[in-house]
Structure formats: C-alpha cells, structure tokens
C-alpha cells in the first residue's frame, strides 16, 4: 500500500511517524515525533469537519493552523459479498480506501481540536457516519469557480443537523461574488455565517474557525432559528 | 489535485484480515471514534501481537484513534479492532470525545474559542 500525504505539503527526509533509531541494527519506531506528543493531561477532544470539493484548499487550510504536519488517515467502504468463494469459504470483500487529512491543535492541558478534512462529493458520503458523530461542526470550503460541489454538501449537513459555516477561498481569478449574492446561489438561510477566508494563512484559516465557535456560541444560548 | 483525497482501491484485504484476526471493527459506531484519546496503561510485553506492541509503545503519551491509524497505516476501523483488544485486557485507557450533545455547551465552545485566539 502505498499512502502518499497531501502533495500541497514540504517534502520531510521520513514520514512524519517515522524516526529511524540508530544502533547496528537499525529499528525503524513508528509513531510521533516527542515534540508533537501530547501532555498526559490531555483528557479530552473535540472535533470540526472542513468539507468541500477537490482542490479547494481543505488540507492547506488543516496545515496552516495545525500544530502538527497534517496526517492521513484512511477508511475503507466494505462492500459485502459481490462473489462468495465457495472453496475457501471466505466471503470475497471488495473494500475501497479512502484518506483524510488531519490536523490538531491544542486548546488548553486538557482539551484537544483535531480538524479533519474531507472531500464533499456524494460518493465519499460513506465517510461521514463516524466523521461527523459528536463532530462540533462544520466548515464548508467553497471555491466560487465551481460552486456545485456545495450544494450537495449543504443539503446533506442541513439533513443531518450538523451546524456549518460556509467559507470562501479566495483563489486568483475566482469571481469575487457579493457575499447576498453567493447566500442566494447557495440558497443558504440569513443565520448561516459565510466568511472570505485565505486557506493559506493562518490567521485567516484561524478566523474560519472562531466564526464556526461564535456561531456554535450563539446557537447553544439561543434556540436555532427556524 | 491534492493526492490525499485519492480513493485507494488496493488496500491489501488480506493483511488486515490477518491483523485483526478476521473480526471487521465498527468505525461507524460503539465508544471508541476518530478522536478518542488512548493512553497506555503499561508497555508492551514479549508475545504480544506487533501492533499491539505498537500501540502500547505509541501511545505512553495521549493519542487519538486517527493518529495511530496514520501512524500505523492501518485503516481506522481495523485500529478499532486492535484498540478494543487492549482496551479488554487493560493495556490501555480511553478517553471520551466531547461530544456534542444537541447543542455544544456555550463553555466548551469558550474554551475552544479561547483556544483558537492564541493561535
Ligand atoms: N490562491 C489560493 N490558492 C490556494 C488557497 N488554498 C489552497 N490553495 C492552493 O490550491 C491547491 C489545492 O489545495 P488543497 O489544500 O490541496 O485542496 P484540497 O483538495 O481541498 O485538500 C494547492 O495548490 C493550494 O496551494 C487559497 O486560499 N488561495
Ligand atoms: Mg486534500
């Protein structure tokens, strides 16, 4: 297997779990760096959901504010059954893998934000079970050059009930749409937060974030609005 | 075109067959999802399965599910398995999602939000 990190990400000498040890023999220890070890009071994680379609910047924005190198970690679609090997009496399992990218970000000693990207198309949906149970909400990356992918997307999170925001990534050339006009495009309810954002930079990324918190915030001391 | 949003249709199911001794792990539901933390309770002991070891040396320091499975390059559900293995025989502790009930306490929201200002 072959599992490559996202190729918007330097180049290292090792994977980023990989710490070859010196010695005659030389072992290879799987697992984090020290300086990227959590402390043992780290009792407790939340998570939130960058989703959005290819290319539109869901592992650069996961990498610009994490505090480890993104990590990629990999679910696979188990379809039972297609032919049942009689011989070996092994039911035959076809599996598709898919990744995501990860990142974290320590909230305080105790409290731990884990981001995870993942792509919005319908047939990645199989993912979402485990990948949104207890998920704090959501961050729906949009490129205004391709806007389809979004609307699948958010009819999807408003059916499950999962809180969103909706983010612009501000590529070059993109049309750089009044935000009403981009609401009515995406046929999104006043409430719903959409904010200019430039996945690259970290403090752009971090604001992505605070508007999802504060408007997590305003939801949990007022009733949604319906 | 990012390579991780790739869809893998070679993932050895022969392997993980034999990792996890047959049993499929439910990613999709039970107590222990993406962002658990696991902690060692003990290192690891001559005999033990290699990813279990693994697992029991990796984790001395907090660790989510999701990190092990890229640090291991094993899917998560097939981490499940071997998780929920150590879990029974104590090797290691879990440590809950806070999960959101409903609506997200306006506190843990505070704090987080408390925590993205000093990014
Ligand atoms: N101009 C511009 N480029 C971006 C921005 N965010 C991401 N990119 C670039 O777009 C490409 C795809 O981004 P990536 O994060 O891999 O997208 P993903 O498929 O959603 O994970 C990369 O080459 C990024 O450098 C942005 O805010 N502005
Ligand atoms: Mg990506």
Redesign the interface.
């Known amino acids: 297997?072959?599992?490559?990190?996202?190729?918007?990400l330097s180049p290292g000498t090792a994977g980023?779990?990989t710490v070859a040890m010196g010695g005659p023999a030389t072992r290879t220890?799987?697992?984090?760096r020290t300086e990227d070890?959590?402390?043992?009071s780290?009792?407790?994680?939340?998570?939130i959901v960058i989703v959005g379609g290819?290319?539109v910047g869901?592992?650069t924005l996961v990498g610009s504010?994490s505090e480890i190198r993104p990590?990629?970690?990999?679910?696979?679609m188990?379809q039972a059954g297609v032919g049942v090997d009689d011989v070996v009496g092994v039911e035959r399992?076809t599996?598709?893998?898919?990744?995501?990218?990860?990142g974290?970000?320590?909230?305080?000693d105790e409290?731990?934000?884990?981001l995870?990207?993942t792509?919005g198309q319908q047939r990645f949906w199989f993912l979402w079970?485990?990948?949104f149970?207890?998920?704090?909400?959501a961050v729906v990356l949009v490129d205004t050059r391709r806007l389809e992918v979004s609307f699948d997307v958010i009819g999807r999170l408003e059916e499950r009930g999962v809180p969103f925001v909706v983010a612009i990534n501000s590529f070059m050339g993109a049309p750089d749409y009044p935000t009403e006009e981009l609401r009515t495009a995406l046929d999104l309810p006043d409430y719903v937060p959409i904010v200019a954002c430039d996945a690259r930079k970290?403090?752009s990324s971090?604001d992505v974030?605070?508007s999802l918190?504060?408007y997590?915030?305003s939801?949990?001391?007022t009733p949604?609005p319906s | 075109?990012?390579?991780?949003?790739?869809?893998?249709?070679?993932?050895?199911?022969e392997r993980?067959y034999v990792i996890t001794g047959g049993r499929?792990g439910d990613?999709?539901g039970g107590s222990i999802?993406?962002?658990?933390?696991i902690?060692s309770q003990s290192v690891p002991t001559a005999g033990m399965q290699p990813e279990h070891a693994?697992i029991v040396?990796?984790c001395q320091?907090?660790?989510?599910v999701?990190?092990i499975?890229?640090?291991?390059?094993l899917?998560?559900?097939v981490v499940t398995v071997l998780v929920t293995d150590l879990l029974a025989e104590s090797r290691v502790e879990a440590?809950?999602?806070?999960?959101?009930a409903q609506?997200?306490?306006?506190s843990?929201?505070?704090?987080?939000?408390?925590?993205?200002?000093k990014?």
């Open positions: 297997m072959d599992f490559k990190s996202s190729d918007s980023p779990g220890v799987v697992g984090p070890a959590l402390p043992a780290a009792t407790a994680a939340v998570k290819f290319g869901k592992t504010v990590l990629t970690t990999e679910e696979t188990t399992k599996s598709t893998t898919v990744a995501m990218d990860f974290r970000i320590s909230i305080n409290l731990v934000l884990y995870f990207g792509p079970n485990g990948l149970q207890g998920a704090l909400g970290r403090s971090r974030l605070l918190m504060r997590l915030h939801l949990a001391v949604e | 075109m990012s390579g991780s949003d790739k869809v893998w249709d070679d993932a050895d199911p993980l499929s990613s999709q999802g993406l962002v658990t933390l902690v693994t040396r990796m320091a907090p660790l989510s999701a990190e499975s890229a640090y291991l390059h899917p998560v559900s440590r809950a999602l806070v999960a959101r609506l997200p306490e306006p843990l929201i505070e704090a987080v939000m408390h925590g993205l200002q990014l």
